[in-house]
């Protein structure tokens, strides 16, 4: 089969790969590959694809003889990813990047919730408050996650580029300068100069490229949405240090409250609080969080990777063309609360790179791998202030490992 020609192929339409296709679109024929079956979106079959690609082509297209020319196709909207999300949180910051994408008025009508302020029981036991008065962004928001990622997912497809959901195991080259993308399922082959992985933490792309993920901290996150509690109108965000891991807890759209543990994947306890009345008695001790949790409930505890990774540089370096984007360049530790604001600033930063087309490539790469490093190593020194304040669990294995070194693991996290 001739491969069909993109300028760029996405692979991995969360929120760092809509946001990428979002950019780009306007100037670039894009095609953003997803593995997760989204309803609606899963009904265009290839045929159609490339008819529409005939159909229609793009001023800035660059032609590759023997192959058809891709535009747009119409999606509806698509649905829901299955697995469980953490209500997330978005800093105020991250308005002009949706604006960029052109996403924001569909981000304002969905509605998220504004974000309240944090109490945290973090440096010592006497709860303190912060809140976001003073930043000239405003609060920010607390995602309806599932939303936020269909909606991001629907102005790439509205602004033009090509989703290909439920997409089966890609196998990924580099042949002429140019990256060859085949889907073993269906047989169909892409190619570009240009491929960025924005698979998440599993950096999918960069893996089977050979690229290291160095794994900086093992950590473990174990959440569970719960019916919230009668008159549960509070919407701060509580968080607790605990003598292994920390806590936090927020309302979460549908009447829920969402309550997550973060601790060491070795702990010898994690298996004991994937049970929810072992995770809920543990909570309760902590005051701040026995006023809003029920003290037994129905339902079932989640666990993901939640710990910090960054991929190799030495190895991004060679790649020409090739971009790791959002968690597949550099996964970060929930107490951040910066992931999604990566996944959209690196997003931006690739397009930036990315439009600067073959003449400016080499140099402006460059740039976005300096910006990527820097971005590194300023959330490493942040986050050692931030393990180290706890005093209280000094010599507590969880608080002592975070503020030595990350030690290098060359696996997945
Ligand atoms: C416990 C926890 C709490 C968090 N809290 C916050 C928070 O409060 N605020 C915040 O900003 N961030 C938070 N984060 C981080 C945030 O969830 C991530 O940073 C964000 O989801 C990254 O977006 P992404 O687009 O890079 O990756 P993802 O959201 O993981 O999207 C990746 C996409 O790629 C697809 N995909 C994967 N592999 C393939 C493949 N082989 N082929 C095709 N498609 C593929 C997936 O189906 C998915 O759609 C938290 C993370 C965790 C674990």
Redesign the pocket.
């Known amino acids: 089969m001739a491969a069909t020609a993109w300028d760029a192929i996405i ?7 809509s946001a990428l296709a979002c950019r780009l679109r306007p100037w670039r024929r894009v095609l953003l ?4 079956a989204l309803p609606a979106a899963g009904a265009v079959s290839f045929a159609q694809r490339l008819a529409a690609a005939e159909a229609a082509a793009l001023p800035a297209a660059a032609a590759v003889p023997g192959a058809p020319a891709a535009a747009p196709v119409a999606h509806a909207v698509p649905g829901t ?1 299955a697995a469980p ?6 800093p105020g910051a991250a308005r002009v990047l949706l604006q960029r994408c052109g996403a924001f008025e569909r981000f304002l009508a969905a509605g998220h919730a504004e974000r309240g302020a944090t109490v945290a029981q973090w440096d010592g036991e006497t709860p303190v408050w912060f809140d976001q008065l003073r930043d000239p962004n405003g609060a920010g928001w607390h995602l309806d ?1 599932v939303r936020f ?1 269909a909606d991001l997912r629907a102005s790439a497809a509205e602004a033009g580029a090509v989703l290909v959901d439920d ?1 089966g ?2 196998r990924v080259r580099r042949d002429g300068g140019r990256w060859l993308v085949a889907d073993e399922a269906s047989g169909e082959i892409h190619q570009a100069p240009v491929l960025a992985d ?5 950096a ?2 960069a893996r089977q490229l050979g690229l290291k993920r160095r794994v900086e901290d093992a950590l473990i ?1 174990l ?1 569970v949405h719960l019916a919230a509690l009668p008159g549960d109108e509070d919407h701060c965000t509580r968080v607790c240090a605990d003598s292994n891991g920390w806590w936090y807890s927020v309302r979460v759209p549908g009447s829920r409250r969402v309550l ?1 543990f ?1 601790l060491d994947a070795a702990d010898p306890e994690l298996r004991r609080l994937k049970s929810l009345p072992a995770l809920l008695a543990k909570a309760r001790r902590h005051g701040l969080l026995a006023e809003v949790l029920p003290a037994a409930a129905d339902a079932s505890v989640h666990a ?3 710990g910090s990774a960054v991929l190799d540089d030495a190895g991004l370096a060679a790649a020409a063309g090739f971009f790791a ?4 360049g550099l ?2 530790d ?1 107490i951040a ?7 959209l600033a690196s997003a931006e930063s690739a397009a930036n790179a990315i439009e600067h087309g073959a003449e400016g490539a080499i140099a402006a790469r460059a740039a976005f791998l300096a910006e990527m490093d820097a971005v590194h190593a300023h959330y490493r020194r942040r986050f050692h202030d931030t393990y180290a304040a706890p005093l209280r669990f000094g010599q507590s294995p969880f608080w002592a490992r975070r503020r030595r070194p990350p030690a290098a693991a060359d696996h997945a996290g």
């Open positions: 692979v991995g339409a969360g929120p760092a790969g590959l997803e593995r997760t990813a999300r953490i209500g997330e949180s978005l996650r990622d997409c195991p890609l924005a698979t998440g933490r599993t999918a792309i996150c959440h997550a973060h993901r990777p939640a984007i959002g968690d597949a996964s970060f929930p609360s910066q992931g999604l604001f990566h996944a």
